[in-house]
């Protein structure tokens, strides 16, 4: 049977470093760290939730969740993120999809998929020059209604059965969940943070306490952390992967010029 031996989360965006230079720095240093202690885990794959950004998931088709079954990705390029491709795994995205059915779980598919930030930041960071194969899994925070927080929670678990009954012996997966934490990006409110849910989000990952905020309801999510915030959803996908594990905090900077609560933790498997 396959094993998770990794588990992170970490927000899924880089912008500009100038008049912020000091969180910058701590939020790459942070990024690197985690590649390092993903480079040192030997994974064989890497599992990266996100979500589209609208960028593939038009408004004329709309799923709560779909995983990329492709062998090879392009970055979209927006935010100057390099074009160049990195390696996917069809096999294991299509194991996803068809234990996930067994489990209750209709998961929708992307056959060709050009990643936005959402997902090729973290790969480019996490895959250096595109070596250790990434499969996407996508959360739909932007359809109403989205996916519940339960709802991806126990999502996590299914994943996490499809690793250790269906995949090979000794097959070693890195889980991770990127995006958030708050954010704000809609006019009134564009660029707000909230440091209070996101240090009450971080300290439930701390403590091993992760299913208190799959408790939440979305709209209460969408209230207290913003539309951007919605992507605590994909950090509740990897949480319940490794149901009960408690985390470390490895970054927390409040960045409005950012728009963003940039946060990043390892859970320990």
Known sequence: MGRIV???AT???LMERKGVEEQADRVFAGLKSIREKIAALKPD?????????????GTALQS????????????YGDMNVPQKPFKGHTEFGVSLVETAAEEGFDIGFFRQLRPDHGLSIPALFFSPQGRIPVVPFMTNPHMRPCPSPARCYALGK???KTIETNRPEDERIVVVGTGGLSHWLAIPRMGEVNVDYDS???GCFESGKAEDVAGLEAAEILERAGNGGLETLNWLVMAGAVDGAKGRKIFYEAMPAWLTGMA???MHV
Do not use: K
């Open 6 to 8: 990794g588990a992170f």
């Open 11 to 13: 927000s899924h965006i």
């Open 45 to 57: 794959i890497i599992l990266i939730v996100t979500n589209d950004h609208m960028y593939n998931h």
């Open 64 to 75: 709560p969740f779909a995983v990329g079954l492709a062998n090879e990705y392009t970055p």
């Open 158 to 160: 299914a994943l996490r």
């Open 200 to 202: 009450w989000v971080l």
């Open 264 to 266: 990043a933790i390892e």
